[in-house]
T-cell receptor, first 112, second 112 residues
Framework: AQSVTQLGSHVSVSEGALVLLRCNYS??????LFWYVQYPNQGLQLLLK??????LVKGINGFEAEFKKSETSFHLTKPSAHMSDAAEYFC??????????FGAGTQVVVTP | NAGVTQTPKFQVLKTGQSMTLQCAQD?????MYWYRQDPGMGLRLIYY???????DKGEVPNGYNVSRLNKREFSLRLESAAPSQTSVYFC???????????FGSGTQLSVL
């Protein structure tokens, strides 16, 4: 069985500062990895995904993530935070049966 | 451009009452899913339907039933609501497995 661990349930960043959200996974098979974002009172929407190929993937709104197999990590970054980035972010991984396993989520607060 | 539509958006039930959450998608997707979201636990899969005419249990199916009425609609029924089912429920759909899920805006359910 696979699992997803997001380090830090809440992250506070200053506007213009680096956003770094950490995600580690365990999987017995090569994983597909995802980051989803949830804005207040909305459903989740896909930020980016890694399936195969290039390990650095770029998503919407300036976010990117790097798949590091040796570290079993898929950390999400954005060089410069914007107020509109305030949201909850979920890392997710597929298991061998193709079902998504979500992490517990990281709430991002952006301060002026 | 509706995407995934869930009704109702809010619901309060008394213990033992029943209700059905409705979900419809207009993207001609094959697969549909029901998740529940609880604080600190991310999203957990209740039931899914890989294609019209099929349904399967997810991680937390107890106390729920589903119906894939047609390709567009996938409903979730609580036969006898319990306080432990207080949660936010999300319906999602996808064209090809878990490569990209599209989520509805959620139903906030309280069971007293």
């Amino acid at each position: 069985a696979q699992s997803v661990t997001q380090l830090g349930s809440h992250v506070s960043v200053s506007e213009g500062a680096l956003v770094l959200l950490r995600c580690n996974y365990s999987s017995s098979v090569p994983p597909y990895l995802f980051w989803y974002v949830q804005y207040p009172n909305q459903g989740l929407q896909l930020l980016l995904k890694y399936t195969t190929g290039a390990t650095l993937v770029k998503g919407i709104n300036g976010f990117e993530a790097e798949f590091k197999k040796s570290e079993t990590s898929f950390h999400l970054t954005k060089p410069s935070a914007h107020m509109s980035d305030a949201a909850e972010y979920f890392c997710a991984v597929t298991d061998s049966w193709g079902k998504l396993q979500f992490g517990a989520g990281t709430q991002v607060v952006v301060t002026p | 451009n509706a995407g995934v539509t869930q009704t109702p958006k809010f619901q309060v039930l008394k213990t033992g009452q029943s209700m059905t959450l409705q979900c419809a998608q207009d993207m001609n997707h094959n697969s549909m899913y029901w998740y529940r979201q609880d604080p600190g636990m991310g999203l957990r899969l209740i039931y899914y339907s890989a294609s019209e005419g099929t349904t399967d249990k997810g991680e937390v199916p107890n106390g729920y039933n589903v119906s894939r009425l047609n390709k567009r609609e996938f409903s979730l029924r609580l036969e006898s609501a319990a306080p432990s089912q207080t949660s936010v429920y999300f319906c999602a759909s996808s064209d090809r497995g878990y490569v990209k899920l599209f989520f509805g805006s959620g139903t906030q359910l309280s069971v007293l």
